[in-house]
């Protein structure tokens, strides 16, 4: 088992209103590891997540990836590694296939193509026959987005996925399709890892083996099951 994210006292701070959003925090992510984050909405999850994600820069402290710190040219491979993915996905124009052949005209993964098998094998997980490539995105339930979003993050095989409650506008239906979309992924590969920030307590429960809680940007409570 080895260390993929470590972070070294991270804070965030918002300057203008001078509040600390994260606390000074130690936190160590392993291959293998399954982890949940609950607590009230603004308690800091979130803020903890897009830090990792370096979607908002640090206001002191150290990320480090395989034990090593990033440098700013290195940031778009950390991300090609290390996946966001939020509450609201977000798609282009066109049809579900147009938006999971998209990541691969990024100058980033030109050198990869798009897997029609690896991404109707995705599909399958989600309850979705192929003809659902050929759905408009503009006529996609917020579910089948969020199924779209995930699976065009997926295909790329990410490292660590950060999940920014995935489900929490979704209905149940559509929630267990993304959880079942998350547990295949999971399995696929034992050197993958993810944090999972949720609401949803049964969730964290069910999702995950080791249950953190964040208050007042302070991280704590790590149980084992």
């Known amino acids: 088992m080895s260390a993929l994210i470590e972070t070294r006292a991270l804070t965030r701070r918002d300057e203008r209103r001078q509040v600390a959003l994260l606390q000074p925090t130690d936190f160590t992510l392993n291959s293998t590891d399954r982890v949940s984050i609950t607590g009230s909405s603004g308690s800091g999850k979130s803020v903890f997540l897009r830090a990792l994600a370096l979607l908002d820069a640090p206001s002191a402290g150290q990320i480090l990836w395989n034990g090593q710190p990033i440098a700013n040219a290195e940031i778009p491979h950390y991300r090609s590694h290390i996946s966001y993915l939020s509450q609201r996905p977000a798609l282009l124009e066109g049809t579900v296939e147009d938006n999971l052949r998209f990541p691969f005209s990024l100058k980033t993964l030109r050198k990869r193509s798009f897997d029609l098998q690896a991404v109707t094998t995705l599909l399958g997980h989600a309850g979705k026959t192929p003809d659902f ?93």
């Not at 995105?137 to 917020?142: E, I, P, T």
């Not at 979704?170 to 034992?190: K, Y």
């Open 133 to 225: 490539l050929q759905k408009n995105a503009g006529d996609l339930s917020g579910g089948e987005s969020q199924v779209v979003s995930l699976i065009r993050t997926l295909q790329l095989n990410p490292e660590v996925l950060l999940l920014d409650e995935p489900t929490a506008a979704l209905d149940p239906t559509s929630s267990r399709d993304v959880e079942a979309l998350i547990d295949a992924w999971f399995a696929g590969d034992n050197s993958r890892a993810f944090i999972w920030v949720s609401h949803d307590l049964d969730q964290a429960q069910r999702m995950s083996a080791i249950h953190l809680h964040m208050s007042a940007g302070v991280l704590s409570g790590a149980a084992q099951s």
